[in-house]
Antibody, heavy 122, light 107 residues
Framework: QVTLKESGPVLVKPTETLTLTCTVS??????????VSWIRQPPGKALEWLAH???????SYSTSLKSRLTISKDTSKSQVVLTMTNMDPVDTATYYC??????????????WGQGTLVTVSS | EIVLTQSPATLSLSPGERATLSCRAS??????LAWYQQKPGQAPRLLIY???NRATGIPARFSGSGSGTDFTLTISSLEPEDFAVYYC?????????FGQGTKVEIK
């Protein structure tokens, strides 16, 4: 069974750096046809993709947030880490990690972790 | 960046009725479009990929269609557990975007 679980602080102060960890099980981060993405969702709002990383260490970032994001992985620990600098109250959201899987002709998010709510407040 | 526009924002229907949700892309995404279902307090779940393929374990009452810029998710007969928010999603140049969601609520 494939599972992903997010962990990290529930509260960060403005201007601080957020570090989130996604721990996966049921698949390997070295699998050539899979990767992991981070996606967030402000309360009551839509989903927003943030970043992805694949087994070959290929990475991509949201154009609008690229300057603030860093994604990395530790295959031996089955973990993917996302850092976001200079946090602001508008970054308050539930942060999800999801497996990227190649299905048929393209790549999709399946499954997702349960999410972790991060609040940015002084 | 490709923008996905979903309509309507809210769909009020009764159990047993047919639901038709729309997703329009600002430029062609071929058939590389997915639909996700999200229930309150839960993570999204993949329903449909490549516009018309049901993901593993998804009931046959869910179907997807379309290509290019216009896509539809149809729920043939709403079950009580289908009342949720539905998002479409595309990938282009390794940038993923989601629509703003359609809420299917009980009438």
């Amino acid at each position: 069974q494939v599972t992903l679980k997010e962990s990290g602080p529930v509260l960060v102060k403005p201007t601080e750096t957020l570090t989130l960890t996604c721990t996966v099980s049921g698949f390997s981060l070295s699998n050539a046809r899979m990767g992991v993405s981070w996606i967030r969702q402000p309360p009551g709002k839509a989903l927003e993709w943030l970043a992805h990383i694949f087994s070959n260490d290929e990475k991509s970032y949201s154009t609008s947030l690229k300057s603030r994001l860093t994604i990395s992985k530790d295959t031996s620990k089955s973990q993917v880490v996302l850092t976001m600098t200079n946090m602001d109250p508008v970054d308050t959201a539930t942060y999800y990690c999801a497996r990227i899987q190649e299905l048929s002709s393209s790549w999709y998010f399946d499954p997702w972790g349960q999410g972790t709510l991060v609040t940015v407040s002084s | 960046e490709i923008v996905l526009t979903q309509s309507p924002a809210t769909l009020s229907l009764s159990p047993g009725e047919r639901a038709t949700l729309s997703c329009r892309a600002s430029q062609s995404v071929s058939s590389y479009l997915a639909w996700y279902q999200q229930k309150p307090g839960q993570a999204p779940r993949l329903l449909i990929y490549d516009a018309s393929n049901r993901a593993t374990g998804i009931p046959a009452r869910f179907s997807g269609s379309g290509s290019g810029t216009d896509f539809t998710l149809t729920i043939s007969s709403l079950e009580p557990e289908d009342f949720a928010v539905y998002y479409c999603q595309q990938r282009s140049n390794w940038q993923w975007t989601f629509g703003q969601g359609t809420k299917v609520e009980i009438k």
